[in-house]
T-cell receptor, first 117, second 115 residues
Framework: GAVVSQHPSWVICKSGTSVKIECRSL??????MFWYRQFPKQSLMLMAT?????????EQGVEKDKFLINHASLTLSTLTVTSAHPEDSSFYIC?????????????FGPGTRLTVT | DQQVKQNSPSLSVQEGRISILNCDYT??????FLWYKKYPAEGPTFLIS?????DKNEDGRFTVFLNKSAKHLSLHIVPSQPGDSAVYFC??????????????FGQGTILTVHP
């Protein structure tokens, strides 16, 4: 099956700094990637939809200036958490879409655990 | 507004028995439903899906049932195995009968299968 990787898998940063998380589709091209966030004991919440070559579409309540998303190529999307604060500590997961229409499938990355101290 | 709900936060089952996980949705535009299994600190892995044109889909030990009129779906695991212990998420898509497009997830149900 298709493989999606995330880097880093775990990061600790100080409050006020920025952190970049990479999401790569390793063996397929993904025109669309999604970024999710999971809080402890809560569901996976969609943060934004990232389309290659265009601006990301953010879900209601997600600060686009804080969570910068760049989808520069068909295999790479990045999420940058700017001026991170402890409340941003969470588990961030990306997914990449392979195919379109009836053949579309979403594949999830392994996730990145962010801890802001 | 929780459009996809899993009202049971946890389920405990004896090995060999059936596990039934339930999911309800409110958005009538959803036309494709998926179940994912997730271990702590890992991304979700796809289990099984069903299109709204069907009411049942089976894959090995996993069967998903869809009741459109009740906006309810369930995942049956038979027989349950200790390795099935994980968090199970149901997800819904309004992607034209596929998983195309964004997914809306339920809160998840922690399944524990006891030996």
């Amino acid at each position: 099956g298709a493989v999606v990787s995330q880097h880093p898998s775990w990061v600790i940063c100080k409050s006020g700094t920025s952190v970049k998380i990479e999401c790569r589709s390793l063996d397929f091209q993904a025109t669309t990637m999604f970024w999710y966030r999971q809080f402890p004991k809560q569901s996976l919440m969609l943060m934004a939809t990232s389309n290659e070559g265009s601006k990301a579409t953010y879900e209601q309540g997600v600060e686009k200036d804080k969570f910068l998303i760049n989808h520069a190529s068909l295999t790479l999307s990045t999420l940058t958490v700017t001026s991170a604060h402890p409340e941003d500590s969470s588990f961030y997961i990306c997914s990449a879409e392979s195919g379109t229409g009836l053949s579309a499938e979403q594949y999830f990355g392994p996730g990145t655990r962010l801890t802001v101290t | 507004d929780q459009q996809v709900k899993q009202n049971s936060p946890s389920l405990s089952v004896q090995e060999g028995r059936i596990s039934i996980l339930n999911c309800d949705y409110t958005n009538s535009m959803f036309d494709y439903f998926l179940w994912y299994k997730k271990y702590p600190a890992e991304g979700p892995t796809f289990l099984i899906s069903i299109s709204s044109i069907k009411d049942k889909n089976e894959d090995g030990r996993f069967t998903v049932f869809l009741n459109k009129s009740a906006k309810h779906l369930s995942l049956h695991i038979v027989p349950s195995q200790p390795g099935d212990s994980a968090v199970y998420f149901c997800a819904a898509s309004a992607g034209g009968g596929t998983s195309y497009g964004k997914l809306t997830f339920g809160q998840g149900t922690i399944l524990t299968v006891h030996p």
